[in-house]
């Protein structure tokens, strides 16, 4: 596994959560840093994802003004701030990492992928 996803779980309704994402040792190419959200039957969608060397975000318009995407000065970790959550935003999210500098919202742009960290919106 060359990234790892963690921070899911479960949280109530106007709540929030933390991912993080690492990569496990291999060397891979990061220009630019995302996170996916996926459901059960549907597609994997964009929530967000910014380039690494200017750190300019792009999102999905069902998240802005929620979700902050922001990375780590010191390594290769970026996270994924979500604040007000909602029952919609529950998914497993996977964050993903391409070579190339790219905010693009089509997971066949993005080379690398993480395992996946659930995130469950709930009362």
């Known amino acids: 596994v060359q990234l790892q996803a963690f921070g899911g779980g479960l949280v109530q309704p106007g709540g929030s959560l933390r991912l993080s994402c690492t990569t496990s040792g291999h060397t891979i190419s990061r220009n630019s840093v995302g996170w996916f959200r996926q459901t059960p039957g549907k597609e994997r969608t964009f929530v967000a994802a910014?380039?690494?060397?200017?750190?300019?975000?792009s999102y999905a318009d069902s998240v802005k003004g929620r979700f902050t995407i922001s990375r780590d000065n010191a390594g290769n970790t970026w996270y994924l701030q979500m604040n007000n959550l909602k029952p919609e935003d529950t998914a497993v999210y996977y964050c993903?990492?391409?070579?190339?500098?790219?905010?693009?919202?089509?997971?066949?742009?993005?080379?690398?992928w993480g395992q996946g960290t659930q995130v469950t919106v709930s009362s």
């Open positions: 910014m380039r690494w060397v200017n750190s300019i975000p």
């Open positions: 993903a990492a391409s070579g190339m500098s790219t905010t693009s919202p089509r997971t066949s742009s993005w080379s690398s």
